[in-house]
């Protein structure tokens, strides 16, 4: 249900998705998550981050962001690749 995040869905230009969460990529290289909060679906930890994004791949319950300075971001799910601060 993406009545929560609706208002925040314009000009998207790209969509990706794992099993239970929807990542869409704007305009202006911001994301917007929704679906379960373990599995990526709450990025507001990591969203001061999500800025100049290029690309968005998934896991199985995690999301990896590749910026537009090539940099990586993720989120989600520990055991899915959702934490890259050891990397």
């Known amino acids: 249900d993406s009545s ?28 917007v998550t929704w679906g379960k909060p373990d599995s990526g679906g ?10 100049g994004v290029q690309q968005v791949q998934a896991t199985y ?6 910026l537009a300075d090539g940099t990586v971001v993720t989120w989600g ?5 959702g934490d890259s601060s050891e990397v």
């Open 4 to 31: 929560e995040v609706q208002d925040r869905l314009k000009h998207v230009q790209q969509i990706q998705a794992n099993q239970r969460v929807f990542a869409a990529i704007l305009a202006d290289g911001s994301v």
């Open 42 to 51: 709450d990025s507001s930890e990591i969203q001061d981050r999500l800025k």
């Open 61 to 66: 319950s995690a999301f990896a962001a590749i």
């Open 77 to 81: 799910s520990r055991d899915d690749g």
